[in-house]
């Protein structure tokens, strides 16, 4: 299988490359400079609109992985924009190459987010459910019409909305570690506040069906099938490293320090089902959170 994937060089993106290699598959990495000789590296320049469509001519599938960290810190107006143009920019310059090809690929997976829902307190949401309000809610639902040319043009095209991953190498469970393992960690805000996550592992076994299953299209909420909120998240990860957890972080020193972010991606409430795997049979190594705790930081 021959697999062009943007943002290699990420979280998801690693984890990934690694996974389809000891599968046998021939991934293609797009990179923002020049490609190095002897290597199956394209280069592509999204601010430039730079992408040679045949560089991707006999590609199976293509996984859409780029886009500015939304955990980089405060979101200022000039991050925000950065977020949007970074997502906006690759999408569309990377669908319309694609809608250039004489034999497309059979499938594009596109990154995208729960951030899609919103704040939704304690009602539980699928993917059937209509999004939220906020930025991050307006930024997904533009970043997923983004990709409208690629299916237009019959290529099957499945939206990643991904929860928190957990990893150790990255993400928010790698930024929480410090903290919890000092004995300071604790719930955010009133830690009343579902949290959507997945396993690192079920998170790439997720995109890796979404490559190979006909039955997935459109949105796929990447998360476990057991969300917790704030606090039990907190308690248990405090219980895994053996660490207290008294010392929750307060809404308002969070506004004060991340701004938007905190109220967007922080303190806010979403309870998502993966309805889509759930429906396609996905076997999660990690359903429960401890277990995903365990699997992860004892590896």
Known sequence: M????????????????????SHG?????????QAQLGTL???????????AAADLEGMDAVVHLAGENLGSGRWTAARKARFRASRLQSTTLL?????????????????SAVGYYGDRGDVEVNEDTGPGRGFLAELVQAWEAAAGPARDMGIRVVHARFGIVLSRHGGALARQLPL????????????????????ATDAIGAVWQA???ATLNGPCNIVSPQPVTSAEFAGTLGRVLRRPVWL????FALRLLLGDMADEALLVSTRVRPGCLLSAGYP????????????????
């Not at 021959?2 to 290699?21: D, E, K, Q, W």
Request: proline letters at 8%.
């Open 2 to 21: 021959n697999i062009a994937i943007t943002g290699a060089s990420g979280l998801i993106g690693r984890m990934l490359v690694a996974h389809a290699a």
């Open 25 to 33: 598959a021939r991934l293609y990495p797009l990179v923002r400079r």
């Open 211 to 213: 490559l190979h299953d």
């Open 180 to 199: 919890f393992r000092w004995g300071l960690g604790g719930p955010l805000g009133s830690g009343h506040q579902y949290v959507s996550w997945i396993a």
């Open 284 to 299: 999660f190594v990690c359903p429960e959170l401890e277990a995903a705790l365990r699997h992860e930081l004892n590896r």
């Open 95 to 111: 669908c319309r190459a694609l809608s250039q090809l004489r034999r497309p690929p059979e499938v594009l997976v596109v990154a």
């Open 41 to 51: 590296e394209i280069s592509w320049d999204p601010h430039l609109g730079v992408l």
């Open 248 to 251: 929750p972080a307060p809404a």
